[in-house]
């Protein structure tokens, strides 16, 4: 069935690293890819997505690659900061309104 | 604007009670999602609603859930009887029309059965 796997589960970095976290879907008829940060007492919310006819998208420090043939797809965080200590969750749409959300990765960033 | 609104945003009930969350999506938006948040199954969409008419609620987990939408405005979950497996975070989230991506979540309603 439709399944979105995410990794890792936690993730502690120094301030100023890097951090990647990775997903894959199984459903290849997905064709659009959000990334949500959820901080704490918060919702979800947007902060970057890409479609499945981009490989890759840019919005400053954040990035997200996409690779169709292996299903695979990645956030990266360049120069992290310790606001952007939260909860991120990969998804994927494989039709028009349905989002498989993956698990979600705590992402610690220390000072 | 101010965002998806959801209350109350705790709600502690006992075993039995009916409980009510409700949603007030992003004025001029028309599709409306509800979902679960636990620590064992991540994020799961209960109900989708598009012009105010439920469209797919095959997550909903069963006939003690039911969810309305009455208008454009305004819709609720409800639970009823209510049970210790049901304590979880309850998001509403909108979109301004399918095909525009972009789903805005509310802050959630943290429910606790006990």
């Known amino acids: 069935g439709e399944n979105v796997e995410q990794h890792p589960s936690t993730l502690s970095v120094q301030e100023g690293d890097s951090a990647v976290i990775k997903c894959t879907y199984s459903d290849s008829a997905s064709n659009y890819f959000p990334w949500y940060k959820q901080e704490l007492g918060k919702g979800p919310q947007l902060i970057i997505d890409i479609r499945s006819n981009v490989g890759e998208k840019k919005d400053q420090r954040i990035a997200v690659t996409l690779n169709k043939t292996a299903k695979h797809f990645s956030l990266h965080i360049t120069e992290t900061q310790p606001e952007d200590s939260a909860v991120y969750f990969c998804a994927a749409r494989p039709g028009t309104y349905k989002y498989i959300f993956g698990t979600g990765t705590r992402l610690k960033v220390l000072a | 604007d101010a965002g998806v609104i959801q209350s109350p945003r705790h709600e502690v009930t006992e075993m039995g009670q009916e409980v009510t969350l409700r949603c007030k999506p992003i004025?001029?938006?028309?599709?409306l999602f509800w979902y679960r948040q636990t620590m064992m199954r991540g994020l799961e969409l209960l109900i989708y609603f598009n012009n105010n008419v439920p469209i797919d609620d095959s997550g909903m987990p069963e006939d003690r859930f039911s969810a309305k939408m009455p208008n454009a405005s305004f819709s609720t979950l409800k639970i009823q009887p209510s049970e210790p497996r049901d304590s979880a975070v309850y998001f509403c989230?909108?979109?301004?029309?399918?095909?525009?991506?972009?789903?805005?979540f509310g802050p959630g309603t943290r429910l606790t059965v006990l």
């Open positions: 989230a909108s979109i301004l029309t399918i095909g525009t991506d972009t789903q805005y």
């Open positions: 004025s001029g938006h028309n599709s």
